[in-house]
């Protein structure tokens, strides 16, 4: 069974807004900072949101005041919602624990394009 199952991805014009769901293990989920990330091809795998167990949150400067990340304890899914989307927003979006790196199990993640 997948750890991470990403959903919710699509085409967007500019200035529009998606939302993206993870349904992530309850043995992963539980008390974990769990994060999105997004990848574009020939490019790093970057953390653009986290939400801390406690609910606290962070965002990457890029997506600040537009991406809001939020979690569902009892169900154990994470989500981001996207708006004022952009172009350069264009990525596959990925969840998984914060700091994942290469290393980690990843999902199939999310192809989000932003186009008009």
């Known amino acids: 069974q997948a750890e991470f199952a990403e959903s919710g991805g699509g085409l967007v014009q500019p200035g529009g807004s998606l939302r993206l769901s993870c349904a992530a293990s309850?043995?992963?989920?539980?008390?974990?900072?769990i994060a999105w990330y997004r990848q574009t091809p020939g490019n790093q795998r970057d953390e653009v949101a986290v939400s801390y167990s406690a609910g606290v949150t962070s965002y990457a400067d890029s997506v600040k005041d537009r991406f809001t990340i939020s979690r569902d304890n009892a169900k154990n899914t994470v989500y981001l919602q996207m708006n004022s989307l952009k172009p350069e927003d264009t990525a596959v979006y990925y969840c998984?624990?914060?700091?994942?790196?290469?290393?980690?199990?990843w999902g199939q993640g999310a192809q989000v394009t932003v186009s008009s």
């Open positions: 998984n624990k914060h700091r994942a790196g290469p290393l980690d199990s």
């Open positions: 309850r043995t992963i989920f539980s008390g974990s900072a």
